[in-house]
């Protein structure tokens, strides 16, 4: 008998925890059903409130331009203002319905592959012009990249780093400061408590010294049109959507986000975001190895970060920080048959400006050299004069590997093939006329022999008097080129030079005088030059050089 009453109070007992844990679960069903219709009256009330402001502004303009119709500044001005409120009411539309959409699940990510260094440059042609209009001084920084090309949604990416990015630009004073920096860790991610694997965390670090948020604030500020309300933000324009929307798109990624802040110091916002990389793909550029590459830039990390980068591609690389001493290390290698493959200019260098380099080395090593310019320029807005200053290419900065790469081999690539098209080519320079001015007949027929197969028609003379007077006799511009000799007897070739250039005739100044020199010290560099001669040509004379000073100095018939 007891044991059946023991029996019957224990199933009660299960029963009636059975019903509390029922209940349980109905009041947490009630009271989330009730946070969210809180949530949604709420959202509704603030989307209407935020629909009204700009649709009064648009109606009330619009009133005002019709009944103002005759007179045209006042309706430009109406029409102005009514574009700002419409602008204004279109993002909240966008904002809201990617809201929605997220909420819903209806958002889905795409996985696709793309690349990193596209995405950047698209973004900062977006962030920069609003920073520059505000008179901000705006870094972009990249850091470790162990992979340019992800798989992931870009679109979405991107939609994240603009929100950040352009927050900090409208939340930053004029004059202010926004840093950037964008980098890859791979495997652990950078947040406590996440587990560590192998994909590759994207890092946006964004820093402002702007107006910044309470800490208070902070609690809010992934919650839909949640605003910091002062003075100075009820100015600024904005729907309070999107922080909620990078909050939620950064879930759905697998991302984190960290904001630090303080008020009238600025802010500073971390993201980190898993991608996978992606697969790579047939022709992606290759450097031809061992080859050498001339990086001039008077900033150390810089130049440290493009000679990483061609390292990796198994290039070798000599760093200078002067404009002068670059010219003058090319001046020597040219001499001695060992010129680097390109000639990289920075941002800046210490002594000349990076154009004026260009040129002195455009005019020393001929037009196929390759000059890349590699700076944080707009480049639009130099490209004129750096093209005339002889810069064949331009790798915008923040310098990402695969650009450095593209425009390195491309170039390269472009030199080879015109290379090798002139070697089994006939160029013909028929149509010009060159004094050889040479006392050696064993090396005047050598050099007779090598220049003739070009066709140019070729006089000679057996030192600098020789010359000096068959210049002379000859009408104007009968000559187009002179190679010069510089040991001679009776007059050697820096006597004869110097002559030349002080006889009273137009082409006196103009006419291009090339020294041949067995001496390739920067001494003889020097005293050429001081005698007014172009250019050298060490000795003994080698084909593809002799070729070489034609191309660049005269344009030949292909
Ligand atoms: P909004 O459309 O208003 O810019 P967001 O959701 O992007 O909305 O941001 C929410 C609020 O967070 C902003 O209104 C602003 O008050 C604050 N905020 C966001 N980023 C910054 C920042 N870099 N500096 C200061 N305040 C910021």
């Known amino acids: 008998m007891q044991e059946m009453k023991n029996n019957d109070e224990s199933q009660y007992q299960i029963m009636i925890d059975q019903l509390r844990s029922a ?19 709420s959202f509704l009330s603030s989307m209407s409130h935020d629909i009204r402001t700009p649709m009064n502004a648009i109606m009330g303009m619009t009133s005002i ?197 303080e008020e009238g110091k600025g802010s500073r916002f971390h993201i980190s975001i898993p991608f996978a990389a992606a697969p790579h793909t047939e022709g992606t550029q290759t450097l031809p190895t061992g080859q050498t590459v001339l990086i ?75 000059i890349i310019m590699v700076a944080e320029v707009d480049w639009a807005q130099i490209e004129y004069r750096a093209t005339r200053a002889g810069i064949t290419a331009f790798v915008p900065c923040p310098l990402f590997k695969s650009r450095l790469f593209a425009a390195l081999s491309e170039l390269m690539d472009k030199a080879q093939r015109n290379n090798s098209e002139r070697l089994g080519k006939h160029v013909d320079y028929s149509q010009y006329r060159l004094l050889l001015v040479e006392d050696n007949e064993f090396n005047r027929e050598i050099a007779i022999e090598l220049l003739s197969q070009t066709g140019v028609q070729i006089e000679t003379a057996e030192n600098g008097l020789r010359a000096v007077e068959a210049f002379e006799k000859s009408p104007e511009n009968y000559y187009d080129l002179i190679f010069m ?29 090339v020294a041949m020199t067995a001496n390739a010290f920067v001494e003889d560099i020097r005293l050429s030059k001081e005698a007014g001669m172009n250019e050298h040509c060490s000795k003994p004379v080698d084909a593809e050089h002799l070729y070489e000073i034609l191309r660049k100095r005269l344009s030949a018939e292909e």
């Open 296 to 370: 001039a830039e008077s900033m150390d990390s810089r130049a440290q970060q493009i000679a990483d980068y061609l390292k990796d591609g198994g290039m070798e690389t000599v760093h200078l920080k002067n404009g002068m001493d670059a010219v003058t290390w090319l001046t020597e290698a040219q001499y001695e048959n060992r010129m680097p493959c390109a000639l990289l200019l920075g941002q800046e260098l210490n002594d000349m400006s990076v154009l004026d380099v260009a040129a002195h080395v455009r005019d020393l090593a001929g037009r196929e050299f390759p």
């Open 23 to 41: 209940n349980a679960e109905l009041s947490e069903s009630l009271r989330a059903a009730e946070e969210e219709n809180r949530a949604k009256s």
């Open 485 to 513: 000799d510089i040991q001679m007897p009776v007059m050697n070739g820096y006597d004869a030079a110097r002559k030349i250039r002080q006889l009273p005739r137009k082409d006196a100044e103009s006419i291009i005088i």
């Open 65 to 261: 331009a019709l009944s103002h119709i005759d007179e045209k500044s006042r309706v430009f001005d109406c029409l102005q203002k009514i574009q700002t409120a419409s602008t204004h009411l279109m993002n909240l539309v966008n904002d809201v319905l990617d809201m929605s959409r997220i909420a819903s699940g209806r958002m889905t990510l795409s996985e696709e592959a793309f690349s990193l260094a596209d995405m950047v440059h698209d973004i900062m042609i977006i962030v920069r012009p609003q920073a520059a209009h505000k008179h901000q001084e705006f870094h972009l920084e990249i850091g470790q990249i162990y992979e340019e090309n992800l798989i992931g949604d870009p679109l979405h990416l991107r939609q994240i780093m603009v929100n950040i990015i352009g927050n900090a630009v409208k939340y930053t004073q004029e004059d202010g400061t926004i840093h950037v920096s964008i980098s890859q860790h791979i495997g652990q991610s950078e947040f406590p408590g996440q587990e560590t694997d192998n994909r590759i965390w994207l890092d946006l670090l964004c820093e402002d010294n702007g107006i910044g948020m309470s800490q208070e604030f902070l609690k809010r500020i992934f919650e839909p049109f949640e605003r910091v309300n002062n003075t100075t933000t009820s100015k600024i324009e904005g729907t309070g959507l999107g922080m909620a929307i990078v909050k939620s798109l950064l879930d759905r990624m697998g991302g984190e986000i960290k904001v630090e802040s």
